[in-house]
């Protein structure tokens, strides 16, 4: 098998308007607007999370009876509800913003060096929600058969209204973070240096940035790093955007609120199936943190990248 990377059009038209810097510069430009992205969303979530206290009786009536130690237990329940997640996921729209400022005003790029191409926009998206779909569906699989997750039925939380506001949420927030890592840093990262190095330092960082979840552990960091390295080489092999957006969005979609899995450690309690991981199988089925700190991602996460390592790359007409 050829495990060489082409340099897709979108980093070759980004080499064109501005050659990039050395990688350890790289990271740091990446760390500023990362910050940058931080205190946008954090400015994005502050209207919606007093809407979501100012609707709360609970939480109000913690707030007026002056006592610490019950308005501390509100506000970690609301943190910890469904209403709270959206309002994180529906915030991913500043960072999306942010990294396109930065790169045009800054790097000098058309929004099509970050994968943002005209064509066949709809043929991409389908076919990146499918690829999702089914990538965390084997996973699913194969904690099944080997005992380590037991699917329990229709899940009693489930709100169709809610389960739409989820759809609409993730699709922000798996594009966002496709435009962060691979649409922006990938790409930066790629105009100077070789595919693979832009591969595997974009899919590092990609991991770092979840760091501070619930329940990571060495397997959660390692597949997270081989996520990064799949998405990565979707995008690079597809030539736009909107493709590894959509299978890193129905890939997140699925675990929380169609099988009823914890997301990174996330749980959220409206999804279509309940589901629950078997004790004692979290080498596989990953624990607290969810398949992706198990096996079972890990061997999906590998063949999905070697498959893709066995396609052509596609040129894109870049407008």
Same mark, same amino acid.
Not at 31 to 45: C, R, T
Not at 101 to 121: A, D, H, M
Not at 246 to 267: C, D, E, K, P
């Given at each position: 098998?050829?495990?060489?990377?082409?340099?897709? #059009?979108?980093?070759?038209?980004?080499?064109?308007?501005?050659?990039?810097?050395?990688?350890?510069?790289?990271?740091?430009?990446?760390?500023?607007?990362?910050?940058?992205?931080?205190? +946008?969303?954090?400015?994005?979530?502050?209207?919606?999370?007093?809407?979501?206290?100012?609707? #709360?009786?609970?939480?109000?009536?913690?707030?007026?009876?002056?006592?610490?130690?019950?308005?501390?237990?509100?506000?970690?329940?609301?943190?910890?509800? #469904?209403?709270?997640?959206?309002?994180?996921?529906?915030?991913?729209?500043?960072?999306?913003?942010?990294?396109?400022?930065?790169?045009?005003?800054?790097?000098?790029?058309?929004?099509?060096?970050?994968?943002?191409?005209?064509?066949?926009?709809?043929?991409?998206?389908?076919?990146?929600?499918?690829?999702?779909?089914? +990538?965390?569906?084997? +996973?699913?699989?194969?904690?099944?058969?080997?005992?380590?997750?037991?699917?329990?039925?229709?899940?009693?939380?489930?709100?169709?209204?809610?389960?739409?506001?989820?759809?609409?949420?993730?699709?922000?927030?798996?594009?966002?973070?496709?435009?962060?890592?691979?649409?922006?840093?990938?790409?930066?990262?790629?105009?100077?240096?070789?595919?693979?190095?832009?591969?595997?330092?974009?899919?590092?960082?990609?991991?770092?940035?979840?760091?501070?979840?619930?329940?990571?552990?060495?397997?959660?960091?390692?597949?997270?790093?081989?996520?990064?390295?799949?998405?990565?080489?979707?995008?690079?092999?597809?030539?736009?955007?909107?493709?590894?957006?959509?299978?890193?969005?129905?890939?997140?979609?699925?675990?929380?609120?169609?099988?009823?899995?914890?997301?990174?450690?996330?749980?959220?309690?409206?999804?279509?199936?309940?589901?629950?991981?078997?004790?004692?199988?979290?080498?596989?089925?990953?624990?607290?943190?969810?398949?992706?700190?198990?096996?079972?991602?890990?061997?999906?996460?590998? +063949?999905?990248?070697?498959?893709?390592?066995?396609?052509?790359?596609?040129?894109?007409?870049?407008?």
């Amino acid at each position: 098998m050829d495990f060489k990377l082409t340099a897709p #059009d979108t980093v070759l038209k980004a080499r064109e308007a501005r050659r990039g810097m050395n990688g350890f510069l790289e990271i740091l430009v990446f760390v500023a607007v990362f910050l940058v992205v931080a205190v +946008a969303e954090s400015i994005l979530m502050v209207p919606m999370l007093w809407s979501l206290m100012s609707a #709360d009786a609970g939480f109000q009536e913690a707030a007026a009876s002056g006592n610490a130690a019950r308005l501390m237990e509100a506000a970690d329940r609301l943190m910890s509800g #469904d209403s709270a997640t959206l309002c994180m996921l529906f915030a991913n729209l500043a960072m999306i913003l942010v990294v396109l400022l930065f790169c045009r005003l800054i790097q000098k790029r058309r929004p099509v060096t970050l994968g943002f191409v005209r064509e066949n926009i709809a043929k991409e998206y389908l076919k990146g929600l499918g690829a999702g779909f089914l +990538a965390f569906s084997g +996973a699913v699989l194969l904690c099944i058969l080997t005992g380590s997750l037991k699917l329990e039925g229709i899940s009693s939380g489930f709100q169709p209204g809610i389960f739409l506001l989820f759809v609409a949420g993730f699709m922000i927030q798996g594009m966002a973070e496709e435009v962060l890592c691979r649409g922006y840093f990938l790409v930066s990262f790629g105009r100077r240096h070789s595919m693979w190095a832009a591969v595997l330092a974009n899919s590092l960082i990609f991991a770092a940035l979840h760091l501070a979840n619930s329940g990571i552990s060495v397997l959660a960091f390692i597949n997270l790093t081989l996520f990064g390295v799949f998405a990565s080489v979707y995008f690079i092999k597809t030539g736009n955007i909107w493709g590894v957006g959509a299978l890193h969005s129905i890939w997140n979609l699925a675990q929380g609120n169609i099988y009823g899995i914890r997301v990174s450690g996330i749980v959220t309690k409206c999804s279509v199936f309940a589901s629950a991981p078997v004790e004692g199988r979290s080498l596989i089925n990953g624990g607290a943190f969810g398949l992706e700190g198990g096996l079972a991602v890990t061997a999906v996460l590998l +063949a999905g990248t070697l498959l893709l390592l066995r396609k052509n790359g596609k040129r894109q007409e870049l407008l």
